[in-house]
Nanobody, 127 residues
């Protein structure tokens, strides 16, 4: 059974940092990514680690957020820095069942490309 469990969300002041974690089980070798959804907005792709090792970032987080995995690829991380109030959202971890060979010229994978989702962790940034 596939499971994705996020943790690490919380409330911090603008300019601060947080590290999100996502423990994955029930699959191997999938492309994985982080997404967020603010109230009234569409789910936004932030960063993807693709099966072929390519890492993709949205322009909105490039240089501020870093996606990574542990050696076993069972835990996905999102290190977030220079946080802004507009980063406030529910953050989700997701995985794609089918293999995709990403190009470094792409933006992060779209939510519609992902197969499995965690329940999310809330990040609140105060000014």
């Amino acid at each position: 059974q596939v499971q994705l469990v996020e943790s690490g969300g919380g409330s911090v002041q603008a300019g601060g940092s947080l590290r999100l974690s996502c423990v994955a089980s029930g699959f191997t070798g999938a492309s994985m990514g982080w997404f967020r959804q603010a109230p009234g907005k569409e789910r936004e792709g932030l960063a993807t680690v693709c099966t072929n090792g390519v890492i993709l970032y949205a322009d909105s987080v490039q240089g501020r957020f870093t996606i990574s995995q542990d050696g076993s690829k069972s835990t996905l991380y999102l290190q977030m820095g220079s946080l802004k109030p507009e980063d406030t959202a529910m953050y989700y971890c997701a995985a794609r069942r089918r293999t995709i060979l990403c190009s470094s010229t792409w933006g992060p994978l779209h939510a519609s490309a992902m197969s499995y989702w965690g329940k999310g962790t809330l990040v609140t940034i105060s000014s």
